[in-house]
């Protein structure tokens, strides 16, 4: 039970792959100028990770070690090809706002790098929570630059959120404020790098908190521990 809470730690915020490792900078920059965009393609990330992960958990002691990175990249692109055609098939109007960073997903360092740093070494049931954990952080990532982006830039949050759930979706568009222009700033790639400049540094302020916190329980321990060796 340690070990699972451990990696939900470690994908959720030790050790996430937005805001820690600093992996897939270039779609977690690109395409989170909207929610709806940023949560479509961590979704597709998620599933790919999830899937990429058990399947080379599976697969880890048939795989000849010399050759086991090219035949982590074929498994991932397989994937990413199905959900590529999945996207385009249900959700054709977020398979183009997405683009090119779709089929990208195959190049993604978190993907590969989980595959080769965890799955490959650990049973399925861990690689899948380490994949669920790490997708969901980095999806996370995404969705807080994309809302936030959003909604500097144009007021809004979940426009165009039918074009990942369909046409009732339409209702969750809302209009948090009104602008007169869109906040260019915001929705370019200048924006992007600013808002993850500023993410980064409330984690590391949270981070340094966090463990002023637990300074004097530790020191509250080793005092006692002290006392009870001199006696």
Not at 88 to 103: D, M, T
Not at 127 to 137: Q, S
Not at 176 to 203: E, N, T
Request: net charge positive; aromatic share 6%.
């Amino acid at each position: 039970m340690s070990q699972f809470r451990e990696i939900a730690l470690q994908g959720l915020w030790k050790n996430n792959p937005g805001i820690v490792q600093l992996l897939g900078l270039c779609p977690l920059l690109a395409v989170t100028n909207t929610l709806t965009n940023a949560m479509g393609l961590g979704l597709a990330t998620l599933v790919v990770l999830v899937s990429s992960n058990v399947l080379v958990s599976l697969l880890r002691k048939g795989i000849p070690n010399e050759i086991r990175i090219p035949v982590y990249v074929m498994i991932i692109a397989a994937l990413v090809t199905c959900v590529q055609l999945l996207v385009n098939a249900y959700a054709y109007g977020l398979y183009l706002s997405l683009g090119i960073f779709l089929p990208l997903i195959v190049t993604n360092c978190v993907i590969i790098g989980r595959a080769e740093a965890f799955a490959s070494k650990n049973p399925v049931g861990a690689a899948a929570l380490d994949g669920l954990m790490m997708g969901t952080g980095f999806m996370l990532v995404l969705m807080i630059l994309g809302g936030t982006r959003e909604l500097i830039g144009q007021g809004t949050l979940f426009d165009g959120a039918d074009q990942l759930l369909g046409d009732w979706a339409s209702v969750l568009r809302i209009q948090v404020m009104h602008l007169d222009s869109p906040f260019l700033l915001a929705l370019l790639p200048p924006g992007a790098f600013i808002a993850m400049g500023l993410l980064i540094a409330l984690k590391n302020v949270l981070n340094e908190k966090l463990e002023a916190r637990a300074k004097p329980a530790d020191k509250a321990v080793e005092k006692v521990e002290r006392v009870r060796v001199t006696q």
